[in-house]
Structure formats: C-alpha cells, structure tokens
C-alpha cells in the first residue's frame, strides 16, 4: 500500500511486535500470565447441549430462484396464493405474558387502540404487556432492567456487558426443552437453520436462547441502478473494475450538491462493504490458533487509505456525520445520494419506499489495489448478535412460552407469517397485483402494525426474499447474493460465549467506529493506527482474543 502504513509497522510501534517477525501471527491471541481470568460463560471444559435438530418446513410454495446451502436466499417473484393455516390451535393459555423488545420505529399506540397488538394477542391466546425500547437507548435501559432484578418472561437480549451474571442467574436453561431432538416439539423453532443457532451461541455449554434468524449475506453497496449504470460502475463480476475506474465513477457522480457515496453518523462511512474488497478477513480471523482482529491487519489499513482518499475528492456526502440513518434514506431516495452500505433487509425497504421512482440494485466488489483478493464479508445469519431469552419459571410455563414463540415463527407462504410480518388486511395492508401485502399508511407511519410493535425481533421464520410486486429487485437481489455469498467470509468467533468479549465487545466497537471517522474526517492521520491498535488491545482486545481463542479451540472439538 502507497501510505507505507503496513500491520507489522503498527504492531511494532504498539510495542507488541517484538515475535511478530518469527511467529508472523500478533501475540494478541496467545495466553499471558493467566491475565484473561476464568471464562464463566464459556463452553471449554463443559459438556456441550447439541445444537436443535433442523427441520425445515417442506409445506410451502416452491421458489422461483432457489436457495444454496452456503446461504443465498430462495427467491419468490410472487405472492403465495393461498397461504396455508399454521396454527391447529392458539399456542397460549390465555395469562398474561409480559415482553421486551426495542425498536427503531416510533412508540405504537396504546394496546386499546393498536389493532395489530389485539390481533397479535387473539392469534397467540395470551394478553401481551409489551415494553417497546428505543434501540439508541437499549443499553442504557438493559442495564437498567438488569439492575432492577426484575425481567420479563420473554426478552430481546443483544451482547451485553453484563451478560456473564444475567444470563445463567435469571434466564431458563432451555437445553432440556430445545436441544437436538427435543425440538421437534416446536415445528417452526426446528425449521430455524443450524447456522443461527451456532452463531448464537451456548453459554457454559447450555442453550439459553431463541436466535431471530436474517439473511448470510450481509452488508453491501446497494446503489440507485441507473445514476451508477451512468458512470460505468455496474460490472458483471466481482473485481470486474479497478478501484482508480471505481474512483472516476464516483467522482462523476459526486457534482452540483449530490454524493456517489451515502453516509451518516453511525456505520463507520460504509467500512463493512470497502475493506472487505480490500481482502480483509471478518471482525476475527483465526492464524496458527491466535485470533487476530481485522483492525490489526494490513488490508485493513488499505482501505481505510482508500476510505481517505474518497473523502479527499468528495464523493462522501458532505457533512454525512451530522445526520442519522433517517435522513441518510430520506436523501437517497430523493436521489440526493446515489448509494449507500445496508443489509438486504434495509435494500428491501428502499425499495418498496422507491415505489417505482428509480431502480435500486447492488455495485460488485471492485478490484483493490493492493493486489488482494476481494471478499465479501457474511453475517452471522441472525439479527444483531444476541438471541430471545425466557425468565426461569416452571416446565408447563416454559412451554407455553415456546409455543408462542414457535408461532411468531411460522414460515413464509402461512396466514401467520402474514400477519406477524404485515398485519391485518385492509387495516395494515393491501393487496398488490401479485397479491401480497403492500403496507397502508397506519403500519408506515401510523403508530400501529408489525413494524412498530415488532415482535418479529422475538422470534421468525427464516426470511424469504420477496417483496410485493417487486420480482425485477428481488432478481437483483438474488443476483448478487449469489455473487457474493460464494467469496464470503464469517468472523470466527461467532457463537463463542466469553466474558472478556462480552464486557469489552461494545466498548471496542465504539472505539474503533470512532478511529475510522476521526482517520477519514482528517481528525487523526493513517500514522496514528499504532496508538488505536494498542488502545483496542489495552482496553480488552487482548484479553478477549484470549479467550475467544480457548473457547474457539474447545468449540473444535465439538
């Protein structure tokens, strides 16, 4: 790379390189002194609950696009047309369950008036007391709720801090009621993929939790076709266009007050999409059985260079740390901003808020320049990194609760699916022309429907790739995931339960959000990744790896 900056030069002035040289591989994963404490949560040395058995569902409509087994979604480009009843019976027992969930959408109306939480609660059989958090301020309020030692019966539980003590000491083991085969009790808790369940994880050894499954294919560059097509960005394949070509387009683009490149406060300008083109492995990489962490490596540090010359010739959107991720949809789908880096759930929601008045599709991977090979990086194939966790209580309320939650987590092509995922017909949605349910103004922005008390957080059937009278985006989305799941890479310490990562994880992340954004802005210089390195393995880094790298090792064994 052209600025000299190279992990070895990093991890020598971070003080840590002295075994860099012989070993080639950072001393960030390899045991020192016994300083990583004991790994409470974790499974080395524990007997491991197997993971619940996979069952899918073979009931449904037939995909028009199929699904790999490596993780591209089954495609539909139409609507079911007569969706299957999923439910024999209602689930519940008709007492009263009380729920935590965050949001990102505005606070639903009061139960007495919210139509979809009375049709929730009448397909369930239970009375719903849903507590909805603003997702900026989860943190704060979980700890809270941790603090009071109060907790509902069913919790959205993200990676937290605190996690070590709260999970073991308030939330039911369920390895008795879920594990292996012993799911099978719950049809739809089955048809849940392998994959969610390893990525989220045991702790000591146990099955606490219910991952809420997403896509594998993670972050990309999704962009509006046309303006993109304009400036020669769009190739058939993956490296099909050098990075200096990628910067003309960009710049091409980034005229009379308009940005190539959307961007916000949060998400780090997109990094998820541009260093993985640069080679970079996922958040952890495993070398010689050492974790080493993606800010530690060279490719990194290449397209954090590249991320600073963008900024240099302006096709970031000016200003992008004043505004959230609101505005940042607002202006791309003004077509003030031509793309922006989301997940496929947030390129399914531009383009049904497109509505037609652009095409929205996917930028390939470019060729980088320090003559890597491109990856792309998968997520974990759930939403977040957490899991839905019950508060203890006997065997018959258990199982009820998993009822429940087996039944937010009936399968695309079911009436259920329908109205946890859209509502109620004629009060949540419409019909389109393929007969699938077009979201009316109460469910967008109406303070009542699925999106506003979402209890699609709690639990889901694996996510279909559909969106109403959409087929040409869902083609595109099809397309590119079948490009990049292929090259795609996972962190390696997903599912791994430790306290260090769990104390340090959201401290570490902000850390790092925060170098990327001071680096670009001009604020720090690429010369100063050094002293961010150290610091990132001061404040818990080095510990974590650590234990990340014992549990990773008994996870191996498995």
Known sequence: MSSGV????????????????????????????????????????????????????????????????????????????EPADALAEKPGDGSKVTIWIS???????????????????????????????????????????????????IMQ?????????????????????????????????????????????????????????????????????????????????????GVDEFTQGLEQLSQKGKAALGAQKDGGFGFNAWMPAFGTPNVWSVKDGAFVNYIETDEFLAGLEQMVKWQGKRVYRRDALAIDGLQEKTEFLG????????????????????????????????????????????????????????????????????RVLDALGAPFGTKEWELFNYGVEGTHFTRGKDGGPVPAELAVSGGDGPNILPLYYLSAAPSPLYYPDQPTAVKAQHAWQSQVVPIGVKSAHLGLRTDAWASAEEALN?????????????????????????????????????????????????
Request: hydrophobic share 40%.
């Open 6 to 81: 190279s992990r070895r030069s990093v991890l020598q002035a971070a003080g840590i390189g002295t075994a860099l040289g012989a070993t080639g591989f950072s001393l960030t994963g390899c045991s020192s002194s016994g300083s990583s404490g004991q790994n409470k949560i974790g499974s080395e040395g524990k007997e491991l609950a197997p993971f619940p058995a996979y069952v899918p569902w073979t009931k449904g409509p037939a995909a028009d696009l199929p699904g790999t087994e490596e993780g591209v979604q089954a495609a539909y480009l139409k609507y079911p047309a």
């Open 103 to 153: 949001s990102w959408n505005s606070s639903p109306l009061p139960r007495g008036r919210n139509k979809f939480w009375q049709a929730a609660e009448k397909a369930l059989g239970v009375e719903l007391d849903v507590t909805v958090v603003p997702a900026m301020e989860y943190s704060k309020k979980l700890a809270a709720l941790m603090a009071s030692g109060e907790m509902p019966d």
């Open 157 to 241: 539980l993200v990676a937290t801090p605190n996690e070590a003590q709260f999970v073991p000491a308030k939330c039911q083991d369920l390895s008795e009621f879920i594990a292996g085969d012993a799911v099978k009790k719950y049809p739809y808790l089955a048809n849940i993929p392998t994959y969610a369940w390893k990525s989220s994880g045991r702790y000591a050894g146990k099955i606490y939790g219910i991952p809420v499954e997403r896509p594998l294919a993670g972050h990309g560059h999704i962009v509006n076709k046309a303006k993109f097509k304009e400036a020669g960005l769009l190739v058939p394949e993956i490296g099909g266009i």
């Open 335 to 402: 077509q003030k901003v031509f793309s922006k880096v989301n997940s496929p759930i947030d390129f399914k929601g531009n383009v049904i808020e497109a509505k037609g008045r652009f095409e929205i599709d996917y930028a390939l991977p470019f060729k980088p320049s320090n003559g890597a090979t491109p990856v792309h990086w998968l997520g974990g194939g759930i939403y977040g990194s957490g899991q839905t966790v019950l508060k203890k209580a006997p065997k018959a309320r258990i199982e009820m609760l998993l």
């Open 510 to 558: 902000r850390l790092r959000e925060d170098a990327i954004k001071d680096v670009v802005t001009g604020r720090k210089k690429l010369s100063d990744w050094p002293s961010i390195v150290k610091n990132h393995m001061n404040k818990g880094g080095k510990q974590a790896a650590e234990q990340l790298a014992k549990e990773y090792a008994a996870a191996q064994k498995a």
